[in-house]
């Protein structure tokens, strides 16, 4: 898990590895994470990696964009 605070633009983002997504004990973690920057009247936004090839779905998105 990392997190990443911006304290300019009041946002904290959390990124989650696939395991980590998939672990209770991670789960609970961010808990107390929201309820910390809540608090504080910032936005908390959780991120998890995906399961595609990030090149390959890059590469389609630009593709698909210039047509």
């Known amino acids: ?3 990443n605070v ?3 633009k009041k946002r ?3 990124w989650l590895t ?3 997504a998939n672990d209770a004990g991670v789960k ?3 808990a107390p994470i ?15 990696s995906g ?10 998105l630009l593709k698909c964009n210039l047509k």
């Open 28 to 30: 609970a973690d961010l």
């Open 34 to 48: 929201y309820r910390r920057y809540k608090e504080m009247k910032y936005m908390v936004a959780v991120f998890v």
């Open 12 to 14: 904290t983002e959390v």
């Open 6 to 8: 911006n304290k300019e």
């Open 18 to 20: 696939r395991a980590e």
């Open 1 to 3: 898990m990392k997190i």
């Open 51 to 60: 399961t595609y090839d990030l090149m390959e779905q890059t590469a389609m």
